[in-house]
């Protein structure tokens, strides 16, 4: 399990991240929503080791993070950043390979999970295609699919970080980017995922962290953090809260 205690990190003389405790549970889609600048990005940076803990510490399975070798990391822990690129020209599959490093299970299974990753994350199409070659959000798909093959098949003990992943994307793969994102944590991973859609957050998220000016300000499930005064708190954004007629979950409606 990862876990952030007490973590706080700062820029300079700035608190940016104060006080987080948090633990990502197997199977479990948490979705991390704030605005600007409230810390979002920081947190997946400090979850994953790029950012070190000023105060309070990050763990996997009880172990401090930072004492991990580096392979055996990668095998239990994944990120995809807001910005991914390369500047060579690989075949997509070539790309999603990359994702395999850490392992050692051979050229056949290898294979067999970039092809499945491909098309967990819809690039199936794209696979000999050259990565330079993409749209902005293809290349992002293409990335979401080696952060997957990094962990495939994703069992509990595993953790995928993902930092906006449907920035880049249009409607319809915003959705089948995070229904595999759904699946994925369906096969016993944890799943940390920032985003900036509250109604994206609501349908697919089990669990939501809410942030203020780098502190926890509501967090648990979108029943209760999506509500119209703690987004008014946060965002100052006047909304009405209804239910969506077929799945049941809230939908925000700004006013």
């Not at 959705?175 to 994102?181: F, K, P, R």
Request: proline share 5%; net charge positive; glycine share 10%.
């Amino acid at each position: 399990m990862l876990c952030a205690e007490s973590l706080s990190v700062r820029r300079g003389a700035a608190v940016v991240l104060a006080g987080i405790e948090l633990s990502l549970q197997p199977g479990e889609v948490l979705g991390v929503l704030g605005p600007n600048g409230a810390g979002k990005s920081t947190l997946l940076g400090a979850l994953s080791g790029e950012l070190r803990a000023d105060d309070g510490r990050v763990t996997l399975d009880q172990r401090a993070l930072a004492t991990w070798p580096g392979r055996e990391r990668a095998r239990r822990l994944a990120v995809l950043p807001q910005s991914s690129t390369l500047s060579f020209s690989f075949a997509v599959r070539e790309v999603v390979a990359m994702g395999r490093l850490p392992h050692a299970s051979g050229r056949l299974r290898d294979g067999q999970v970039v092809e499945l990753a491909l098309r967990a994350a819809d690039v199936a199409h794209l696979a000999g295609r050259s990565y330079l070659a993409l749209s902005a959000g293809e290349r992002q798909r293409v990335h979401l699919a080696r952060v997957l093959a990094q962990l495939w098949p994703g069992e509990a003990g595993q953790n995928l970080l993902l930092d906006e992943p449907t920035s880049a994307l249009d409607p319809l793969h915003q959705h089948t980017t995070l229904q595999a994102v759904r699946e994925f944590a369906g096969q016993g991973a944890a799943v940390l995922v920032v985003l900036h859609d509250l109604n994206l957050a609501a349908r697919y998220c089990d669990r939501i962290l809410l942030l203020r000016q780098g502190r926890a300000h509501a967090l648990g499930t979108p029943e209760v953090v999506l509500q119209a005064a703690p987004l008014r708190e946060v965002f100052g954004l006047e909304v009405l809260i209804q239910r969506h007629p077929e799945r049941g979950h809230p939908l925000i409606v700004a006013r």
